[in-house]
């Protein structure tokens, strides 16, 4: 990687994660006793901003958390990531966003995610945060946070040159206008088939799917969608190139915070000078170390995890 200090601003959510260990999930009324429980710091911004930071990022992270002991607690966490805050907003009129997870013993996921503060984050915040996005080699969003103010910080980013990475992470369907501005998407398999309208039920299928999506952006040398298919690496498909970019094989005991690994890394790689491909390459072998670890930030690797595994 080439530049010494890659630089990534994040915008995006923080939450509390409340995680919950059980054989399977439960039916509809039912009641289930479960095996565990652990609480984390997470939040798809979050999360990806300290994959980035650990990762010898210098990140800066744009968000909203609320008054209440859950703030104070991802406060000290982003410190301890060693984190730009700055443009953390503590908000009074509204709590700290959390995520509830259930977590079945291979390690699959469901997550239900309550925004509360990442919510009520504004056009007028991104705006209070400028410099550091147009100082930035990456802009990385997600959609834990309103759309619109994701729109107004890609904007931002492509006006100053900027390469925006956008995570459509939960599914929903987006605007023309927001891919407009993307030059990294880097939606899963359930996200491409709401996003495309197309089943995938094969590599031919991924890739004529992603083709779709990438028709939606603006069409660059370097617009590019990065379509993660978990144990089956990455579809990666640019202007001239469609490639599969293998995983790295682990066993699995919790994949809550793979994803989030895969864009803070794919981010950090792109902001130090790399190519798309090794790029990715980087990004899986990161998805694949956080696989090994139980909870989602605690599962976002350092640089010599990932450099262990690749050797390995």
């Known amino acids: 990687m080439n530049r010494p200090t890659p630089k ?29 429980f652990d609480i984390f710091t997470g939040g798809k911004g979050f999360n990806q901003a300290t994959a980035a930071a650990r990762l010898g990022a210098e990140v800066t ?3 909203n958390v609320g008054t209440d002991p859950f703030a104070e607690i991802l406060l000290t966490a982003v410190e301890n990531e060693h984190i730009n805050s700055r443009f953390v907003t503590k908000r009074t009129d509204i709590g700290t966003g959390i995520a509830t997870i259930v977590i079945e013993p291979d390690g699959d996921n469901s997550i239900i995610v309550v925004p509360r503060a990442n919510m009520a984050l504004t056009t007028a915040d991104i705006d209070a945060a400028v ?25 931002i980013a492509k006006q100053h040159g900027t390469t925006v990475v956008l995570n459509p992470a939960p599914a929903q369907p987006l605007p023309d206008s927001l891919l407009g501005f993307v030059d ?11 996003l495309s309208g197309m089943k995938i039920s094969s590599h031919e299928a991924a890739r004529r799917a992603a083709k779709a999506l990438r028709a939606r952006m603006v ?36 994949t ?17 000078g790399e190519t798309l491909h090794p790029a990715v390459a980087f990004a899986n072998a990161a ?24 050797e390995s």
């Open 8 to 36: 990534v601003t994040v915008v995006g959510s923080l939450n509390i994660d409340l995680v919950c260990h059980a054989t399977r999930r439960p039916d509809k009324g039912e009641t289930l006793i479960g095996d565990a």
């Open 61 to 63: 992270l744009v968000g």
């Open 131 to 155: 410099d550091c996005i147009a100082d930035a080699d990456v802009l990385l969003l997600q959609l834990e946070t309103p759309i619109a103010v994701s729109e107004h910080a890609a904007a």
């Open 184 to 194: 990294i998407l880097t939606p899963n398999q359930s996200e491409t088939e709401l």
């Open 219 to 254: 069409d660059t040398a370097n617009t590019a969608v990065v379509l993660t298919l978990g144990a089956q690496g990455a579809l990666m498909l640019t202007a001239t190139t469609s490639e599969h970019v293998s995983a790295l094989p682990v066993e699995p005991v919790d």
């Open 256 to 272: 809550t915070g793979a994803g989030d690994a895969f864009c803070g890394a794919l981010a950090t790689a792109l902001a130090s």
């Open 287 to 310: 998805g694949a170390a956080a696989v090994t670890v139980i909870g989602a930030t605690p599962s976002m690797p350092t640089r010599a995890k990932i450099e262990r595994l690749l």
